[in-house]
């Protein structure tokens, strides 16, 4: 990685856009970036790494709030180690919890779907041994009611 990225950079990589980096930044879940001489920010590896995880957590649908509690303990240092581990624990518990859910609503699609192919099935095979028949329970009622009056 090259050694400083401009916030574009670091939105391309990240698909994140500049204004929720700036956004990341002001409520604390980044610490404040590196700036050029002119100012601009300037991200290095660590900041990469620690915006990546942030898209973990993010991905796993961890609270902005819970984000920023982890992201200030990170910031006070080694002692919240063993705080951190244990906001890691409980959240990896409500992940998984949530990854159970939706595999049981994924059987229960892929059950659904397969009773609607088997319903699919059933009807393609009966309309296609119906076609060609001209029996007489076939033709319409008024057809039936003349011939039989």
């Given at each position: 990685?090259?050694?400083?990225?401009?916030?574009?950079?670091?939105?391309?990589?990240?698909?994140?856009?500049?204004?929720?980096?700036?956004?990341?930044?002001?409520?604390?879940?980044?610490?404040?970036?590196?700036?050029?001489?002119?100012?601009?920010?300037?991200?290095?590896?660590?900041?990469?790494?620690?915006?990546?995880?942030?898209?973990?957590?993010?991905?796993?649908?961890?609270?902005?709030?819970?984000?920023?509690?982890?992201?200030?303990?990170?910031?006070?240092?080694?002692?919240?180690?063993?705080?951190?581990?244990?906001?890691?624990?409980?959240?990896?518990?409500?992940?998984?919890?949530?990854?159970?859910?939706?595999?049981?609503?994924?059987?229960?699609?892929?059950?659904?779907?397969e009773?609607?192919?088997?319903?699919?099935?059933?009807?393609?095979?009966?309309?296609?041994?119906?076609?060609?028949?001209?029996?007489?329970?076939?033709?319409p009622i008024?057809a039936?009611?003349?011939?039989?009056?």
């Amino acid at each position: 990685m090259e050694s400083h990225l401009t916030i574009d950079d670091v939105a391309k990589r990240t698909g994140l856009t500049a204004h929720t980096l700036r956004y990341y930044e002001r409520v604390g879940l980044i610490a404040p970036i590196g700036r050029a001489s002119g100012g601009q920010r300037r991200y290095v590896a660590s900041d990469m790494a620690w915006i990546e995880f942030l898209l973990r957590l993010r991905t796993t649908h961890m609270p902005i709030g819970k984000m920023q509690a982890f992201a200030k303990l990170r910031g006070v240092g080694d002692a919240t180690v063993p705080d951190r581990r244990r906001m890691l624990e409980d959240h990896l518990t409500e992940v998984l919890s949530e990854i159970e859910l939706m595999r049981r609503s994924a059987d229960a699609l892929q059950a659904k779907i397969e009773y609607y192919r088997s319903v699919e099935q059933s009807l393609a095979s009966n309309s296609l041994s119906d076609e060609g028949h001209a029996d007489e329970h076939r033709k319409p009622i008024r057809a039936r009611t003349r011939q039989t009056a």
